[in-house]
DNA sequence: TAGATTGTTAATCGATTAACAATC
DNA sequence: TAGATTGTTAATCGATTAACAATC
């Protein structure tokens, strides 16, 4: 299969959570392309490349199986192929992700959580402990740790994400409201508060223009 | 101004980030439309038609006064225009949300929190005080709350989501790992952590297999 | 069968990049 | 002046949507 656009995969989570939905709560066995693309606001013509793209073929006048939606999104996606990650900064941000159950449904495992506050190391944290920033080495050698997810003040991120990157992370998914630089092997992923704050702040502000 | 689409609106925080610190760190007086795409990974052509499109010019040779960049983004996001906001939810997610200092610097201004736990409800989180959900009405009519903040169990966002809508909220900033179903004039923008996920350990199964 | 729905190619749309003149 | 950089139109690229035949 050749690699997916990442509009695709930015989809494909959000497919996979309706279609868990759909067999739970209503016990549907397949789904048509409209359904499924009705919850994302995407056209049905769209769902079905989506899906010719990770494989799965559909019947006409039934629809698609949920199970086969399922089984390849995780598939793709690498839900069932567990990749360790460590946390860094175990404030209360680091610690409602630490303690998020979707990451292990889908792959995700969270390995060790540092922080070099005192009064939070020893803290038990989604399932761990929050340990100081010395033991980080140890745990990301013994896992063969590629992933961190940053969770530290802006202030402190470039430094931590040095230090990991000298550690052998090639993925860094980053929480902290600052741009890294980082070598180009690398992989960030920044999450920004204030990119959603612009969009939700400018549509209030565009239909009060409206309104008035 | 005409409205600013949205693939626009979602870079204006990030330059003003990068402006910002640009201003403290180097005390630079303008910027060139290369040196402020590069940390973004865009190219300085866009960079100039963003501008551009939010009325900012710069001098040739010379690039773009800072400033007058950091105004111009303010004004058209609405930083300035502070925007009440309630939270509901007060778990470690929507703890650290309420304490985040740069909310309020970019105009939007929490005005309540709120939660069903009695645990948690009489704590202080960034500044006000956790409340239980019944008084949330009163605090929405008084401030003309518009934008809601969930962060609450995806089992329980839609009862809130249909609360708060029946109270005049119209734009819900959602948290919760759920597909909200709303009347078509709110606006609904979702923070699924298992979009950014599954970038992440896409692009690491990605160079897993291009390493064997 | 008729009708619903898929699968896929072509057309459209929108965003990004290239080209290049204007300007300081 | 020469060179760097902006401003803007045109070209390209990629993603979405339309069209429609295939199929159950």
């Known amino acids: 299969m ?42 049905d013509t769209l769902v079905r490349h989506d899906l010719a793209a990770i494989g799965v073929r559909g019947q006409p006048k039934v629809g698609y199986r949920c199970q086969e939606i399922l089984d390849a999104i995780r598939t793709v996606l690498g839900y069932d192929r567990p990749v360790p990650a460590v946390l860094i900064g175990a404030g209360h941000l680091g610690t409602a992700l630490a303690s998020y159950p979707g990451f292990a449904e889908r792959g995700l495992s969270v390995v060790g959580v540092f922080d070099n506050d005192p009064a939070r190391i020893g803290q038990p ?52 409201p600052c741009t890294l630089a980082v070598p180009e092997r690398v992989v960030v992923r920044n999450e920004l508060l204030s990119v959603g704050l612009a969009e939700v702040t400018y549509a209030i502000h565009k239909r009060e223009r409206s309104d008035a």
């Open 2 to 43: 050749k690699p997916l656009r990442r509009c695709v995969i930015e989809r494909l989570p959000r497919y996979y959570h309706f279609v868990e939905r759909l067999i739970a709560d209503e016990g549907q066995a397949t789904v048509s392309s409209s359904r499924l693309g009705e919850p994302l606001g995407v056209d």
């Open 125 to 176: 944290t989604g399932g761990v402990r929050v340990q100081p920033a010395d033991a980080l080495p140890a745990v990301v050698a013994e896992h063969q740790v590629r992933l961190a997810i940053l969770t530290v003040p802006a202030s402190a991120a470039q430094a931590v994400a040095d230090q990991l990157i000298g550690l052998g992370v090639d993925t860094i998914w980053n929480f902290s």
